[in-house]
Each structure stands twice: as C-alpha cells, then as structure tokens.
Nanobody, 117 residues
Framework: QVQLVESGGGLVQPGGSLRLSCAASGRLSSIYFMTWYRQAPGKQRELVAGITSFGRTNYADSVKGRFTISRDNAKNTVYLQMNSLKPEDTAVYYC???????????WGQGTQVTVSS
C-alpha cells in the first residue's frame, strides 16, 4: 500500500502563488509516475502536471509557463509550484502516483485551492 498526503492549498488572490506538496509513504519504488490532477465544481477531473522518476515532466496547456512540477526523491515528495494564479485555477488538487512494477495507482485526499479577490 501507498499513502499520499497533499498539503499547501489555500486561498490566494489572482496573480499570487502557492506551492502544493505530495508526500508518499509505504511500499514505494525508485521508478514512479506522479501526477497532479484538479477538479473544479461541476467539471471533470483533469491532468495538471506529471513527473517521472527520471525527471521527465508534462503539463496541461492551461498551466504551461505558470506551474512547475518537481520532486525530492530523498523526501519521497513531489511539489507543484503555482505562479500567476487565475480564478479558473480554483479546484481541488489531487496527487496520483504509481510505483512500478505494481500496476496499482493511488490517490491523495485532495487539497483545495481557491483563487479569488
């Protein structure tokens, strides 16, 4: 089993910044995929950014140039630095992880991000 704990959400004004963290514990491995998703009220969950254990990253077009995903392997933690936040970034942000060779993936409990003046 793997446990994921997100933190760092909150209320921020448009143009502001937040950094989300996702700490993993349990049966981990050195080869993984970790991804941030978000879900706004009334909308489907969407991919925001992902990172592999090799450092390869990908981003949704809507956040490119504003969000940065990074990892600290020593802390088993992935971060999402969010800059230039917009009201449309308001959502619950979820961390998802898969640790190879297990085919299972895991979700955190989510952290609320609200961008409002």
């Amino acid at each position: 089993q793997v446990q994921l704990v997100e933190s760092g959400g909150g209320l921020v004004q448009p143009g502001g910044s937040l950094r989300l963290s996702c700490a993993a514990s349990g049966r981990l491995s050195s080869i993984y995929f970790m991804t941030w998703y978000r879900q706004a009220p009334g909308k489907q969950r969407e991919l925001v950014a992902g990172i592999t254990s090799f450092g390869r990253t990908n981003y949704a077009d809507s956040v490119k140039g504003r969000f940065t995903i990074s990892r600290d392997n020593a802390k088993n933690t992935v971060y999402l630095q969010m800059n230039s936040l917009k009201p449309e970034d308001t959502a619950v942000y979820y961390c998802n992880a898969q640790f190879l060779p297990s085919p299972d993936d895991y979700w955190g409990q989510g952290t609320q991000v609200t961008v409002s003046s």
